[in-house]
Each structure stands twice: as structure tokens, then as C-alpha cells.
């Protein structure tokens, strides 16, 4: 729960710090558009790091659950699973087992949360922007 607090701050702040920077950027609407998506981005990449990070500890660090299908488990292999189960790609290539079955869940519906939080900023930023063309 900790951890989706975390993301949850993490994507505020990043969105929060955006909107305010917008309107002392002196760029065109459409270098605008590109900033917001942009943080946007940027702030679900440390959110998927974080949670890749945290099943790497979890599993490799505490024993607390592994993952079926993780050949190595690599930070690579667990960024991949973290940003597919983010994303509810879920593409079913892994599964998660033991302890890591909750956080799992709860990635994807922090993930899905965030996506459409980015998406909404996105249109609202655009509704004001796209107007200045």
C-alpha cells in the first residue's frame, strides 16, 4: 500500500510541477503538448522502476514470492513484468506467485489509475493549447 501511496505522490507532484511550469515556458502550444506528455511519460517510467525494483527485492532479496516464467530475473526481466502488469498488458508470459500476487494486483490498478489520470491532464492541457494555433 506504501508503495502505490508513492506512485501516487510521485505522479501529483509531476503532473503538479507541469502545470505550473506550462505557463512560464515561453514555447509554442505544440512544444507545450510535448512537455506534458513527456512528464507524463516520464513520471510512469519511475513509477513501472519503482515497482520493478520492488520485485526484485521481494523475490530475489526476501524470498517473498518469485515469478513463473522469469528465466534469469534480471532487473531487465522485472521491469519488463512490472510495465506490462502496469500497463494491464498482461501479456501472460509470467505470473506472479506466493507474496507478489497482491502487489500485482495492486500495480495494475495503480497503473490503470495513473494512465487515465495522464490521459485526462493530457486532454485538458490540449482543450488549452489547442486553441492557440
Do not use: C, N
Given at each position: ?7 501516487v ?7 503538479r ?22 512528464a ?59 507474496g507478489?500476487r ?32
Amino acid at each position: 500500500m506504501a508503495l502505490a501511496v508513492a506512485v501516487v505522490l510521485i505522479h501529483y507532484e509531476t503532473l503538479r510541477l507541469t502545470s505550473l511550469s506550462l505557463a512560464r515556458l515561453h514555447m509554442s502550444p505544440r512544444q507545450r503538448i510535448l512537455v506534458v506528455i513527456g512528464a507524463a511519460f516520464f513520471a510512469h517510467l519511475v513509477e513501472v522502476t519503482l515497482y520493478a525494483a520492488s520485485y526484485l527485492a521481494l523475490a530475489e532479496v526476501l524470498g517473498a514470492g518469485q515469478i513463473s516464467g522469469l528465466p534469469l530475473a534480471g532487473f531487465y526481466d522485472y521491469f519488463y513484468y512490472s510495465m506490462t502488469t502496469y500497463t494491464t498488458l498482461g501479456i501472460g508470459d509470467f505470473a506472479p506467485m506466493e507474496g507478489l500476487r497482491l502487489l500485482t494486483a495492486m500495480e495494475s490498478l495503480v497503473g490503470l489509475m495513473m494512465i487515465t489520470w495522464s490521459a485526462s491532464f493530457t486532454y485538458l492541457a490540449m482543450e488549452k493549447f489547442w486553441k492557440l494555433h
